[in-house]
């Protein structure tokens, strides 16, 4: 299935009511707008939802791949961590360029919010989507937090 969202279609496929991969301006096959999946994406980008609750579950990937992603996973909505943090966290200090390779190969963006990871100093770097959709997640974020904590 497809979502039309605001940094352009996303293809999503599902299996079991289990999202397993999610692609950046991929249109194939028709919206269901009963997935919970497509209803909660769209929260999100309403800025009505903060944290994904559909399963997500990762296919393939090495153990350091599935880690990282593990750790991504846990930055709070509209925050950022820098690659060599996630490399930190996970033990392996010397790992930032790994960490930015697992990341260009989440298999779930979004859902698994890989574009809250930035380069050292909040460098905009890398992103499986484009630099310009990792931007607009970001901002996304930024404002709802701001509106959110300030009304």
Same mark, same amino acid.
Request: proline share 6%.
């Given at each position: ?6 940094? +352009?279609?996303?293809?999503? *496929? ?9 692609? $950046?301006?991929?249109?194939?096959? @028709? ?14 980008? &309403? ?15 090495? +153990?350091? *791949?599935?880690?990282?992603?593990? *750790? ?6 509209? *925050? %950022?961590?820098?690659?060599? @943090?996630?490399?930190?966290?996970? !033990?392996?200090?010397?790992? &930032? ?23 050292? !100093?909040?460098? %905009?770097?890398? $992103? ?16 709802? &937090? ?6």
């Amino acid at each position: 299935m497809h979502v039309e969202s605001p940094i +352009g279609p996303l293809g999503i *496929e599902t299996e079991g009511g289990v999202v397993v991969g999610v692609r $950046f301006g991929s249109s194939v096959g @028709a919206l269901a707008v009963a997935e919970p999946v497509a209803a909660e994406l769209a929260a999100y980008f &309403a800025g009505e939802l903060l944290d994904f609750t559909v399963p997500v579950e990762f296919r393939g990937g090495s +153990g350091f *791949e599935r880690a990282v992603w593990g *750790e991504i996973a846990k930055i709070p909505y509209g *925050e %950022m961590r820098t690659y060599g @943090a996630i490399a930190i966290a996970l !033990g392996e200090p010397g790992a &930032a360029r790994a960490v930015g390779s697992a990341c260009h190969t989440n298999p779930v963006p979004v859902l698994v919010p890989c574009h809250r990871v930035v380069g050292a !100093g909040g460098k %905009m770097v890398g $992103f499986g989507g484009g630099l310009d959709r990792k931007r607009r997640l970001l901002e996304l974020e930024a404002r709802v &937090a701001l509106q959110r904590a300030w009304g």
